[in-house]
């Protein structure tokens, strides 16, 4: 079991870690800041820094045996740190500020796309989603319109937790159709975005929309009789 610092504050740049395990795998730690990839959003990059002042290259961050388990993949060829060392695990913050962004804008593109969700995908710059929905309803100028209006409306998102029956009796909150939120802990975590978008989610996420910045829909793709696939790309 880690524990996941990243899932209560996304704005941790790094932590005091002890390391647990290395493993032709990766290196598992008691405690982390790196969000393994999931839910479409992929895993941080970053370092870990030895008490030696050694500076060890992860380039990549996965999900372990179990739900809680982090494993940390460091660079081909990297010497692993022995159990028990102490060190400091730091994100690449620029890319993972870059991420967090475009996941929170792909919440919001859920608001302003009727539909149930069928796939997505957050990258660096640049996310999707696909959309149950016929072809003819979607205009890419106005969605890019109605995306920026409530991106620089500074809504707040938060995060928060309900039970797993409460999710069981609210079905609606779960927009996407190909990932389902995990059960069986007893809570499920919800991200909201203050009167505009509420769904299970564990992924990282700004504080505020107005932090996203400018966007641009850059393609409406079809992907089959009724599924839409919208490409959303940062307008700088």
Not at 36 to 64: A, F, I, M, N, Y
Not at 156 to 174: F, G, K, M, Q, Y
Not at 176 to 204: H, N, W, Y
Request: glycine fraction near 12%; charged fraction near 25%.
């Amino acid at each position: 079991m880690t524990e996941l610092v990243f899932r209560d504050d996304g704005y941790a740049r790094s932590c005091a870690a002890r390391v647990v395990a290395a493993d032709e795998r990766g290196i598992r730690l008691d405690r982390t800041v790196f969000y393994p990839s999931g839910g479409g959003q992929p895993g941080d990059t970053g370092v870990l820094r030895l008490p030696g002042g050694e500076t060890l290259r992860l380039v990549d961050t996965v999900k372990g045996a179990s739900p809680d388990e982090v494993v940390h993949v460091p660079a081909p060829e990297t010497p692993l740190p022995a159990p028990g060392t102490e060190v400091t695990a730091e994100i690449d913050w620029e890319r993972r500020h870059r991420l967090m962004r475009m996941h929170s804008c792909l919440h919001l593109l859920c608001a302003v796309v009727p539909g149930a969700v069928t796939g997505g995908q957050v990258s660096d710059g640049r996310g999707r989603l696909d959309f149950d929905v016929p072809g003819a309803s979607l205009d890419k100028e106005q969605i890019t319109a109605r995306l920026n209006e409530l991106i620089a409306g500074g809504h707040d998102a938060r995060s928060r937790w309900i039970s797993d029956d409460e999710l069981a009796a609210h079905p609606e909150l779960v927009r996407t159709m190909s990932v389902k939120p995990p059960v069986g802990s007893g809570r499920v975590r919800l991200m909201e975005i203050a009167g505009i978008d509420l769904q299970p989610c564990g992924g990282t996420h700004i504080r505020n929309t107005a932090e996203i910045g400018p966007v641009t829909i850059t393609k409406i793709e079809n992907k089959g009789r009724q599924n839409r696939r919208i490409i959303v790309a940062f307008a700088e």
